[in-house]
């Protein structure tokens, strides 16, 4: 059976904090290290410092502002970390409400009641805990029917997760498949470092796939999809079970998200153009038929070049719509809230694609038609 895109939906946290703020407490967090350890700088034991700016924020990455769970510890010099109170096994967690939100955004949009849906995937870049699998809470607490599970993919989360709900209609084991993509991109960020504070923002998506004999007549036929990996540290967090087996690396900033942003960019824009291009051909689509790629939301000049590369000469702004520079990087989640918020103008016949890239490295494309 043939799976189909009904809705997406999207919870955004309710606090923004702007790059001049963020820039603001970084720089004071500095000016404090530095005036701490002066005689250790001046004595060359200790390196100093250097202030971080918004205008180079802006035209690095094109983020102007993030949404986050927690703004003021985050701005707090002394803290530059989320605060998010432990909750009881009795109360929902976090990463499950959120999800929840997302979730029940995308079934209001089909008219959908939870009990049609038959299967739920939680594909995000940080699980909460190791088990129960967050997605069976999100089940429990939207009262879908059948299973679920966890996913994690990196930043390619939500469309691994959606080929991953197509397979399960193909396959029979479902005929509708919530694919949600909370993402609390704050819990590991380090604040405290210039090369990356400014990157992520925090929030969920979701995406309900049905099958064809269900779907709306308005949903989206998937096309075709490819998904890539080839290893890289390039971007890597070590935190994880293991840690307390190594006390002495407890703690240490590699056990938050770490990258080379430099080497990211230049090695993952070729990979995505060439992915692109590729699946483009094999489906006879000419990229000029295109009308619009929601690419993955971590830098605005990588998808400027992705753009390009597809379609041979620079895109216009409705080509490649940005959402980062509200959201900044939102992980798994960002291609498809460009996706949920910029479809409007799509008629019957006209072909999108969905693509998401990072951590792994992995890619995923997702080719949409309007029905
Ligand atoms: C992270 C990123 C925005 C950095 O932009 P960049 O142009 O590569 O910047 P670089 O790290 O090379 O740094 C350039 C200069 O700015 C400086 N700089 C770095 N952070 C700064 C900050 N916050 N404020 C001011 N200057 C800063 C550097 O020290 C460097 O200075 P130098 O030239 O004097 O050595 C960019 O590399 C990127 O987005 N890469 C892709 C990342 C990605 O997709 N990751 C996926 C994650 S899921």
Redesign the pocket.
């Known amino acids: 059976m043939t799976a189909r895109i009904s809705s997406t939906g999207l919870w955004t946290p309710p606090n923004s904090i702007s790059n001049d703020e963020l820039?603001g407490s970084y720089n004071a967090y500095v000016e404090q290290f530095n005036t701490e350890n002066a005689i250790s700088i001046e004595n060359g034991e200790t390196e100093p410092l250097?202030?971080?700016?918004s205008a180079?924020?802006e035209k690095?990455?094109g983020i102007k502002a993030r949404y986050v769970l927690s703004k003021d510890p985050i701005l707090d010099p002394k803290i530059m970390e989320p605060r998010i109170k432990e909750r009881s096994n009795e109360e929902i967690s976090v990463l499950a409400e959120m999800a929840v939100w997302a979730g029940r955004d995308a079934l209001e949009k089909a008219g959908r009641a939870p009990e049609e849906v038959d299967a739920v995937i939680v594909a995000c870049s940080n699980l909460q805990r190791a088990y129960p699998a967050i997605a069976i809470e999100v089940q429990k607490y939207l009262g879908t029917s059948g299973f679920a599970f966890d996913m994690n993919v990196?930043?390619s989360s939500a469309t691994f997760g959606i080929e991953t709900a197509r397979g399960l209609i193909a396959g029979g084991q479902a005929k509708s498949v919530l694919v949600c993509s909370p993402e609390i991109c704050s819990g590991h960020l380090n604040f405290q470092d210039?090369?990356?504070?400014?990157?992520f923002g925090d929030v969920a998506t979701a995406v309900l796939l049905e099958s064809e004999d269900i779907a709306p007549p308005n949903s989206w036929e998937i096309i075709s999809a490819k998904l890539v990996t080839e290893f890289s540290n390039n971007?890597r967090n070590n935190f994880g079970f293991l840690n307390r087996t190594a006390p002495d690396g407890v703690g240490k900033p590699d056990k938050l998200f770490v990258?080379n942003?430099?080497s990211?960019?230049k090695e993952?824009v070729p990979m995505v153009a060439d992915m692109i291009t590729k699946e483009l051909a094999a489906n006879d689509i000419p990229p000029e038929s295109l009308k619009r790629m929601w690419l993955?939301q971590?830098?605005i000049n990588?998808n400027n070049f992705i753009a390009q590369k597809v379609l041979g000469k620079d895109a216009d702004p409705t080509m490649a719509p940005v959402v980062l520079d509200e959201y900044a990087?939102t992980?798994s989640a960002g291609s498809i809230i460009a996706f949920d918020k910029h479809n409007d103008d799509f008629k019957p016949g006209d072909i999108g694609l969905i693509c998401s890239?990072?951590?792994g490295y992995s890619a995923g494309l997702i080719l949409v038609r309007k029905s």
């Open positions: 820039v250097n202030p971080s700016s180079f924020i690095a990455s990196a930043c210039r090369d990356s504070h400014f990157i971007i990258q942003g430099r990211v960019f993952v993955h971590a830098n990588m990087n992980s890239f990072g951590a």
